[in-house]
């Protein structure tokens, strides 16, 4: 081991995890650029990674074709009881799962280097930051975690200090046997690979996999799963969301909090530059908010990561400039396609396609080949710092004061572009039954409906019908200090498949008029899912749409409204017990409003 280590509880952990996992080195690392250097060096010679040559400092990896989102089949949260985990979660016994997982564990990182990386979420020695460790054998999480959180010997000094923190324990579950080569991506088969949390005890184990949330164990591990066990025992809130500061052309500011599923919105709403004219927007976070109730009694939330893990399919000038800026040197980019030129490329990224490729899978890729040249679930890895548009504010240790929540999905049908709800607990009830087509951040099928309540259901480390009990308990507490509530739908369709809203810059119209909601100066129609828009209480100025697209965009079908019920109903059922008895109670207000 390279540093001593005078945290007695990391010290143990870490000789704990070596006997079992029987790592060849261990490795702790202090987040330096020369750390980071040393590993990309290594990574470019093992093969693992390909250097871009048009872009500064820029790697391309392709994962195994197995390895290629998170995989929410084999995401526990193991809690003492079963109830507990809850009806949107995975669980095994922690006793049992230990047992199994120790006997994968063992021998695991054979061959390999055992890399300790120490980190905060949120700003080092902010009240609101969390101290985490990961153990793991794969120098691509290494080199990603450098980005996406703060990795640094201070946070050793922290420790060593005495502080507290969360062990994240990670392998790839890959031994490397004597004298056998290593292939580019390492990694263990879908029926081994575990990604486990013990809220109880505040610890995360993962196996098998070496991509994204089920590796970067920062992410959705602990900042979402153990988070927001932590936050409802603690009175807080930890969040899939966005944070934005949009200002009025008047110099007033908003800030806007927006839950989204994977793969929904969030990185492209976080980075949008308005098409209303004078209104500027700013981006504090693209994935996760953590809040907390301020000496003002209102509610402030930061980012507590400090990079972005995006999709890259559909990112391009005319989408995400903003996102393009951000991604010109120093990215990792993962299962995107390679130019011929030494760029990565993936699908709508130019409107020309180019002649030639290598595709994600390392094969000779035309405009003819029938499959997608990058994987939908491609990503790009960029520090926060370099986002044009980053808000000065984006590490003040306080946080910003929300002032409006949205949340939303994806459907390509029955939900309007935009509603506002009645109340906070309305609010809570969209929140709770928001749906949305699935995509392929998860291992699964694709385009699939599912209620996913407050983009949370493959984050919530608890019993979701308690979650929507501490919604409802934080807008108590908020009183008329709360945020308003929204919910969009960006993904509407017309007969034709085509999209009906341009999305994107255009979504600063929506935004706009939810600002003049707040301020009591924009008006509204009631309608029984909501407060909506009428035509003239949105800027569609220099918008070509056309009225009947506009009208169906806007559009609330009673019959397919009526027809939603039952899942909903299904949907709450699923909660028993601890579905909270208002909700219960929108639900009925929702039925007697549809007729
Ligand atoms: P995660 O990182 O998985 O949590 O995803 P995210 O919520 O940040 O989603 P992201 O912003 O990366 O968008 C995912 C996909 O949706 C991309 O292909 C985008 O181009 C597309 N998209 C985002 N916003 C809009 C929009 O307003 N309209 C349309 N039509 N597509 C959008
Ligand atoms: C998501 O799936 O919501 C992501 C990507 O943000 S991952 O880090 O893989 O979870
Ligand atoms: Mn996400």
Redesign the pocket.
Known sequence: MNVTVKNKKLDSWIKEAAAMCQPDAIYVCDGTREEYDRMMSKLLASGSAISLTKRSNSYLFRSDPSDVARVEDRTFISTSSKEEAGPTNNWIAPAELKATMRGLYKGCMKGRTMYVIPFSMGPIGSPISKIGVEISDSPYVVVNMHIMTRVSSKVLALLDAGEDFIPCLHSIGAPLPPGQKDVPWPCAPMESKYISHFPEENLIWSYGSGYGGNALLGKKCLALRIASAMARREGWLAE?M?ILRLTSPEGKQYHIAAA??????????AMMQPSVKGWKCECIG??IAWMKVGGDGRLHAINPESGF???A???SYS??PMAMDTIGKNVIFTNCALTDDGDAWWE?MTDDVPAHLIDWKGRDWTPESKADAAHPNARFTAHASQCPVICKDWEKPEGVPIDIFIFGGRRGSVVPLVYEAYSWEHGVFLGATAASET?S?NIGAVGNLRRDPFAMKPFCGYHMGDYLHHWLAMGERLGSRAPRIFYVN??RKNGDGK?L?P??SD?SRVLKWMCERVDGKAGARETPIGLMPREEDLDLAGLSLTPPDMQELMSVNIAEWKAEIPDIEAHFATFGERLPERLKHQLQDLVKRLG
């Open positions: 899939h966005l989204f599923p994977s793969a929904c919105g969030k990185t492209n709403l693209d994935d893990f995006g999709v399919p559909g990112t989408t995400n709508g995509t951040a960006w993904f999209f809203w999305g994107f979504n």
